[in-house]
């Protein structure tokens, strides 16, 4: 089946370097100049304009059709007088010209004249004067400069071609252009004439009067094909049978094997719409079943709002066509109606299809067994749930994290460079059972457990993040998870709490906004940072290097570095960027509620395929893209795309190495596209170097950042709002005072006075009681083994969150297996002091008031620590306190003095 052609009229909307680009890259077929509504000095410069865009020209002769000599809108009223003249006059309702001059010479008494498509009628009533006739006004209208006007005449004929048809003929000639549309040809004999005239011409005659109608199979014959134009026909043949003469053309040229384009009225609504009417998108699909081999462009690609984004709607509806089209057309629309390779607007997401595994509605009872995740658990959950990690269903089993870790695929074959994982070191689950997910003591999703396995940790991180270096943030971060990694499939039932939430667009919610704006291609831009003219830079040339329609700007909100930009700092520069800068039809600000996983190339990877899922046909990866430390070359992340085919891939990344100010040009640089300017002119750009100007109130050059985002940043810092992420150093950061010892051993007694004397010296304290926590948070857990290392674990986590907050965090907490307290000891290191709380087991019974030893040795009470689950005492605890030996205050006092010495107090 031949492809569907496109013609697209060049006129004011599109006569520039960025539509004509966009235009090939889409595809279209034919730029049209149309000799109607060219001047005859403006042709050979409109040809110079396009002869380079890499897609043929086609002219429009002008051929014997009258327009309007009006530049400017005229309203015509019912009963009036107009007067035509035979040379240019200023025109208004009382006069008017026609083109060709000296049209009205071969006018009659009782001539029909129509003007727009039978907008305004005029009748000739005088034609003895000299300068101009008189006619009457019939249908009264408003008429738009240079309409097509028909005249209903029994003897009023017309030369097939003008003088500028001529002149334009011989410019073709010159340039090598050789395709033609000729208009109102209405013999074989005047389409002879032309191709005699040139003979290497492609010739496509326009069918738009009742005469051509008549002899349309002669005229096909000696043409190259057919265009029919539904406007100019309209005029002489009743508009209701338009429908029927347009499937007879199409038909009997279909037969010919010739080719058959359609004309006017196509997608005449987008010339000030961004969406198409239904009858347009009917009438479009049912001229392509009918036969026709092209459709051309008209109104809405020369003079409309959106020409760009009406070629995007035609090739997709085109594309839809050719995706159904057979010769039974009815079995193939069934068959095939909701099948994922249907052509869409968009580029599809990964995997084929959009994941959705969120139940907002879910009123099913929640399953009784729970497990308490992390923040970030709770992130990759809400985005498994809502499809931007398409096409994961869920946290990997192990046959997908191997599969990921060796070859950056699925199992199925399917790129995907990150494992997206949930660990534990409870281990009480069981294979297919359903695991609520409470986050803070909320239900959040459910996980349907498939698989619980264990991997060797330091050896998957060294493949995962390309050193298994505790210095590695992502390292550190998965070396530190549970013990065991839980697979399978999740049900998301409530999304993530946050500040910017309003902020955070879905996958569905991206694509519907892409689609209705009529954008095919979008490129999409991963940030952590206020925009300063490096990233401008960035985001305007990948749109350019694109060709694409849009931009997504998606910065990461989820978990930070110190001295990163808070996500509200980075929302309100992008903001300020969209109102004062930035075209606000061409830039969608969207967050990406996430978190960096440190992972170098795999992580550019992995953004990638994430925005694909948002609907991004483009993606810009800067240098050393979610790099850290020195761990990745800067390039890194670019050679990563090379590992696989760019079709597979599926998305087309935009690759930037630094960018710099020319000092001497006065412009901004890429590194890559001019390497000759000396250094001492060449200003660097970083956000890290942004940050340093702005934590110490100095504003950046203008060449650096544009003062209406630096300027709003220091009036903040002023005010004493909150710009960065806390740069806490270890001092600055809650010393964790970890009591651990046996029930009843004294600890909360201990802690509490403790509380209250740092309270005395002005020091902001907190406490975590163990008995306390497990009463309020962690009331589903049990005291199995694996239920106390999961509660000390979940402790450390709050810890982990209140601990800028704080300068003092106190842990009373039996705390028994050593594992858990060396858990706390890496995640905390320096800010750890580990408090042993030593008295004997048989002391410990003695001081029981509630009677708990006795109970446990009776039965009563299982897995006591101390009797059935041994305690593991601390081997260097940086505190020892003997409650048996010593009363509270001398333990007291022998903590303050360890305080004190160490200078924390």
């Known amino acids: 089946m031949k492809k569907i052609k496109v013609i697209c009229t060049i006129g004011p909307s599109s006569i520039n370097e960025e539509t004509l680009l966009k235009m090939k890259d889409r595809g279209v077929n034919f730029l049209r100049i149309n000799l109607s509504h060219t001047p005859e000095d403006e042709i050979e410069p409109r040809i110079k304009d396009l002869i380079g865009c890499g897609v043929p020209i086609i002219l429009d002769t002008e051929g014997s059709q009258i327009r309007s000599g009006n530049e400017s809108e005229i309203d015509y009223t019912e009963g009036s007088i107009v007067r035509i003249h035979k040379k240019p006059v200023q025109c208004d309702s009382k006069n008017l010209f026609l083109t060709p001059i000296g049209t009205i010479s071969k006018l009659s008494e009782g001539d029909l004249i129509s003007i727009e498509f039978n907008t305004v009628l005029l009748r000739a009533i005088d034609t003895s004067h000299q300068d101009y006739i008189e006619c009457h006004v019939i249908i009264p209208g408003k008429i738009g400069g240079r309409k097509a006007v028909q005249v209903e005449s029994p003897t009023f004929t017309l030369p097939p071609f003008s003088t500028k048809d001529f002149k334009a003929i011989e410019l073709a000639k010159k340039y090598n252009i050789n395709h033609f549309t000729l208009s109102f040809m209405e013999s074989p004999e005047s389409v002879l004439k032309f191709k005699k005239n040139y003979p290497n011409a492609i010739v496509y005659s326009k069918i738009e009067s009742k005469k051509g109608l008549e002899n349309f199979i002669e005229i096909a014959e000696v043409s190259d094909g057919i265009l029919i134009d539904r406007g100019d026909l309209s005029n002489q043949v009743p508009l209701e049978k338009i429908p029927f003469v347009q499937k007879l053309i ?28 239904k009858a347009e998108i009917n009438d479009i699909i049912n001229i392509l079943i009918d036969g026709a081999t092209g459709i051309a462009m008209t109104k809405e690609t020369a003079v409309g709002k959106y020409p760009v984004e009406s070629v995007n709607m035609m090739k997709l509806l085109i594309e839809q066509f050719e995706f159904f089209n057979s010769e039974n057309l009815i079995d193939s629309i069934s068959e095939n109606l909701n099948k994922m390779e249907a052509p869409e607007m968009l580029v599809k997401p990964h995997g084929g299809i959009l994941i959705n595994r969120f139940f907002p509605k879910y009123n099913n009872p929640l399953p009784c067994k729970t497990l308490e995740i992390n923040e970030e658990n709770l992130m990759d959950l809400e985005q498994i749930g809502i499809g931007s990690l398409s096409p994961l269903e869920g946290f990997m089993n192990s046959q997908n994290f191997y599969s990921v870790i060796d070859d950056m695929r699925l199992s199925e074959g399917i790129i995907w460079p990150l494992p997206i994982t949930i660990n534990t070191d409870q281990n009480d689950f069981k294979i297919n059972e359903d695991i609520t997910l409470t986050y803070k003591g909320e239900a959040y999703g459910i996980l349907h457990l498939e698989e619980i396995y264990e991997v060797n940790k330091k050896e998957c991180a060294k493949k995962i993040f390309g050193t298994d270096s505790i210095e590695h943030p992502g390292v550190k971060s998965f070396l530190n998870s549970g013990k065991y990694f839980l697979g399978g499939k999740i049900t998301l039932i409530k999304r993530r709490k946050s500040d910017n939430k309003i902020y955070e667009l879905t996958p569905n919610q991206t694509r519907k906004i892409f689609s209705e704006r009529g954008w095919r291609k979008v490129v999409g831009f991963h940030t952590r940072n206020v925009i300063h003219r490096g990233h401008e830079f960035i985001q305007l040339e990948g749109l350019k290097k694109g060709l694409c329609d849009g931009l997504f700007i998606h910065p990461i909100i989820g978990k930070k570095k110190s001295g990163d930009f808070e996500s509200d700092i980075i929302i309100k520069s992008y903001e300020k960027m969209i109102e ?63 590992k696989f085919p760019e079709e597979e891939i599926g998305i087309k990344v935009i690759k930037f190495d630094k960018v710099f100010f020319s000092s001497l040009e006065n412009k901004y640089i890429h590194h890559l596209d001019f390497d000759d300017l000396p250094e001492e002119y060449r200003l660097n750009m970083s956000g890290t170097e942004a940050r340093k100007m702005l934590m110490k109130g100095i504003r950046p050059p203008e060449w650096f950042m544009r003062p209406e985002i630096s300027d709003m940043i220091l009036e903040k810092i002023k005010n004493n709002e909150k710009v960065f992420v806390n740069e806490i150093s270890e001092i600055k950061k809650a010393k964790i005072l970890w009591f651990t010892g046996l029930s009843g051993s004294g600890k909360t007694t201990i802690a509490n006075i403790l509380d209250k004397r740092l309270k005395e010296l002005n020091k902001k304290v907190k406490i975590y009681d163990g008995d306390v926590i497990r009463r309020d948070i962690n009331f589903n857990l049990g005291f199995t083994h694996g239920d106390i290392k999961e509660n000390n674990r979940r402790v450390i986590e709050l810890c982990k969150k209140e601990q800028e907050n704080y300068d003092f965090i106190i842990v009373p907490i039996i705390s028994p297996f050593k594992e858990s307290r060396n858990l706390a000891r890496k995640e905390f290191g320096k800010n750890l002091i580990e408090v042993f709380v030593n008295c004997s087991y048989e002391e410990c019974k003695k001081k029981d008031v509630k009677g708990l030893y006795n109970m446990a040795e009776k039965g009563e009470i299982q897995n006591f620590v101390g009797l059935h689950i041994p305690y593991e005492p601390p081997e260097n605890p940086e505190i020892e306190v003997n409650t048996e030996a010593n009363n509270s205050e001398e333990c007291i006092n022998k903590i303050v003095f360890y305080l004190k010495k160490k200078e924390l107090i």
């Open 580 to 642: 004062k800068f930035y075209s606000k039809s061409k830039v969608i600000l969207g967050t990406f509620a996430n978190y960096s996983r440190y992972a170098g190339p795999r992580e550019a990877l992995f953004t990638a395929l994430v925005r694909k899922n948002f609907g991004c046909s483009h993606f810009i990866v800067g240098r050393d893209h979610t790099g850290v430390g020195n761990f990745y070359a800067h390039n890194d992340s670019h050679k990563v795309f090379e």
């Open 250 to 277: 199409l038909k009997k040229v279909a037969e010919m094997r010739k080719e058959a384009f359609v004309a006017t009225n196509t997608l005449e609504q987008m010339a000030f719409s961004l969406k198409p009417n």
